[in-house]
């Protein structure tokens, strides 16, 4: 009991602590205070988690997740305004440390040389405050991702959820993280800076992509064997592992990213390597999902 409390407690910890990240480095790049009101935000999450600890003993739940839901509307508004404002103020990202090799060496030496090898406290946040913008919004995307998959291994399994159907469902998230990361930082820098509209429409994509991690619709193995005579026998009931598998496919990952990447290649007249491969990729699994959802029809009329 006190191992699941402490691992509820410390989930929810994490989430806080990286959306408040976030929010300080929202507040340092417009220079302005007022932005802390995004911590209202944690609210919901911190009520979540008393109401979870009280009614359920910390456990989840089976089929949702509030805790990875109040996480990303927690964060995801300050990834909003760090991408439009980095998308704005391109010009002005001339100068940075990049967060590579030669970074973390330049960094290195402006700390021993400061101040005769004296570190002012002020010096790392000057030093966080100078990493490019473009960097930090992909760390602050890399950690998110790599967060919501931690976080969901450490909650605590809910009620009718096998620790088997849980490691799919971890599998799962690692495959879903990897693909949304590889959207999001790939296609936005194929737009063009004078199209900020395209730019909140492949935010608006990635939002959505994001509802796969508190939906847990494909952690039951509903398998056609296991139905017998005067039970339900619809195709929902039978097969409704794949299906929740195909509609996720089809509505909140390739299916958007392909009509987004076909859009870029068609409206701006960019193409190359990566885009191209990704955009037939994408168009791949969404025709195998359909032709999985014809195999299942085909096999639950005979």
């Not at 760090?82 to 002005?92: A, F, I």
């Not at 004296?118 to 790599?146: E, F, G, K, M, Y």
């Not at 490691?167 to 194929?190: H, K, R």
């Not at 199209?195 to 492949?202: A, G, H, N, Q, T």
Request: net charge neutral; proline share 4%.
């Amino acid at each position: 009991m006190f191992v699941k409390f402490t691992c509820a407690v410390v989930t929810r910890a994490l989430f806080i602590l990286v959306s408040l990240i976030g929010v300080w480095r929202v507040t340092w790049v417009k220079n302005n205070n007022s932005y802390w009101l995004l911590t209202i935000l944690y609210l919901p999450l911190v009520a979540e988690m008393f109401l979870t600890l009280r009614r359920r003993k910390g456990k989840d739940y089976k089929w949702f997740s509030p805790a990875i839901l109040f996480f990303l509307i927690s964060i995801i508004p300050t990834i909003w305004i760090l991408e439009l404002h980095h998308q704005q103020n391109m010009s002005d990202d001339t100068k940075c440390n990049k967060l590579d090799s030669s970074g973390f060496r330049s960094f290195l030496d402006e700390l021993r040389n400061s101040t005769n090898a004296t570190v002012n406290p002020q010096d790392p946040l000057r030093l966080l405050s100078s990493v490019c913008a473009n960097d930090w919004i992909l760390a602050l995307h890399q950690i998110l991702l790599i967060l919501l998959i931690v976080g969901k291994w450490l909650l605590p399994i809910a009620g009718g959820v096998t620790r088997d159907e849980m490691s799919q469902l971890l599998l799962m998230f690692v495959g879903t993280a990897a693909d949304i990361l590889e959207f999001i930082s790939e296609t936005l820098p194929d737009v063009k800076e004078n199209s900020l509209p395209f730019v909140c429409i492949i935010l608006a994509v990635w939002t959505w992509s994001m509802l796969q991690f508190p939906l847990h619709f494909s952690v039951v193995n509903t398998k056609p064997e296991d139905f017998c005579e005067g039970q339900d026998n619809s195709i929902l009931s039978k097969y409704r592992t794949d299906l929740w598998n195909i509609v996720g496919c089809l509505l909140l990952q390739d299916g958007p990213f392909f009509i987004v990447r076909l859009t870029v290649m068609m409206f701006f007249s960019v193409y190359h390597q990566m885009l191209v491969f990704f955009t037939i990729k994408n168009f791949l699994v969404v025709m195998l999902n359909i032709y999985r959802m014809w195999v299942i029809c085909i096999d639950y009329r005979s």
